[in-house]
């Protein structure tokens, strides 16, 4: 008899609050739905916090390149060595040699 009771109770709970387990269905499948965005989100986050530690990476390589370069030009005579090679000037006291290239007819 006792089993009918809690059966009947049971019967009245569920007819008398339709609503309030509609509405727990619906707000797990809501929370669920936010669970999974939430999900994909952090991942697309993740990646793109890796890609920017790999462009965070190269750009600090780069710029210890750079650098060195600088570095490298702060020298006096480096610069008067380009200056020499690449402009073709000549400092006082030195003598500018120039090489042209001879073009000979062949006789065929």
């Given at each position: 008899m006792?089993k009918?009771?809690?059966?009947k109770?049971?019967?009245e709970?569920?007819v008398n ?14 929370y669920d ?8 989100e952090?991942l697309r986050?993740?990646k793109?916090?890796?890609e920017?530690q790999e462009?965070?990476?190269?750009a600090?390589?780069k710029?210890?390149?750079?650098r060195?370069?600088i570095?490298?030009w702060d020298?006096p ?17 030195y ?5 042209s290239?001879?073009k000979?007819?062949?006789?065929d």
């Open positions: 006792q009918i009771t809690w059966h109770h049971l019967e709970i569920v609050s339709w609503w309030l387990i509609l509405f727990m269905l619906i707000g797990g499948f809501v739905r936010a669970i999974h965005e939430l999900q994909r952090e986050l993740q793109r916090v890796s920017l462009k965070i990476f190269l600090e390589e710029q210890k390149e750079l060195l370069h570095q490298y020298n005579a480096v610069i008067e060595s380009a200056l020499i090679c690449r402009l073709g000037l000549i400092p006082k006291g003598t500018k040699v120039c090489f290239s001879i000979t007819k062949s006789m």
